[in-house]
């Protein structure tokens, strides 16, 4: 049974650009959760999705920032016109349900030069 | 917003020894509690969980207590050994969200 997995593991993108990151959630969870990290940190909230979905984003930056969790394929946080601050690691969990165990992914190192 | 904040950034304890990491938690609603570890590179790792309804959780080397009257999380480790050395995190539920500390740093001198 695999778990979440997270791609690119490194991205590095030049400053205005678009960066995008893909979770496939653990098999039989159909809720995925966005988080940021930043050194030394622990992680910040960013959005909760259901397939199709937007639950809550209430973490998420208003703008430069969406996400999506379609009925086919992975879910994608999409960073219009990165930023150097927009550098961070980024991290995904998936659980069976709301209120259970979040299972992480690896995580998406984002380096904006 | 929510905060959830540990007493110690950094534990340093020798290898076999017994190791005991804090978190005080904020909010007195909050009904689900997880520990974390993460390794250096890796993503967070679930190490144990407990609900609001008990005061204590045991695993593998590992019990986690609820004290809700003053709103404090522990993991206990037992016998620690190398491996254990990571950040660990405590993380509070509220409705959809999980709310996280900044992490203890632990080391173990072997």
């Known amino acids: 049974n695999a778990g979440v997995m997270q791609n690119p593991r490194h991205l590095v993108r030049r400053r205005g650009q678009e960066a995008r990151l893909r979770c496939s959630p653990m098999k039989g969870h159909s809720h995925v959760y966005w988080y940021r990290q930043l050194p030394e940190e622990g992680l910040k909230f960013m959005v909760y999705l259901q397939k199709e979905n937007i639950i809550d984003e209430s973490g998420m930056p208003k703008e430069r920032f969406s996400a999506e969790f379609p009925k086919e394929g992975p879910s994608i946080l999409r960073i219009q016109q990165v930023v150097r601050g927009d550098s961070a690691a980024y991290f995904c969990?998936?659980?069976?349900?709301?209120?259970?165990?979040?299972?992480f992914g690896p995580g998406t190192r984002l380096t904006v030069t | 917003g929510e905060s959830v904040g540990l007493h110690l950034p950094t534990l340093s304890v020798q290898e076999g020894d017994n190791s005991i990491i804090n978190c005080a938690y904020s909010n007195s609603a909050s009904d689900y509690f997880i520990w974390y570890k993460q390794e250096s590179g890796k993503g967070p790792q679930f190490i144990i969980d407990i609900r609001s309804n008990m005061d204590k959780r045991q695993g593998q080397r590992v019990t986690v207590l609820l004290n809700k009257t003053v709103k404090h999380l522990s993991l206990q480790i037992a016998a620690t050994q190398p491996g254990d050395s990571a950040v660990y995190f405590c993380?509070?539920?509220?409705?959809?969200?999980?709310?996280f500390g900044t992490g203890t740093s632990l080391t173990v001198i072997p």
């Open positions: 993380a509070e539920n509220m409705i959809s969200q999980f709310y």
């Open positions: 969990a998936s659980s069976f349900r709301v209120g259970y165990e979040q299972y």
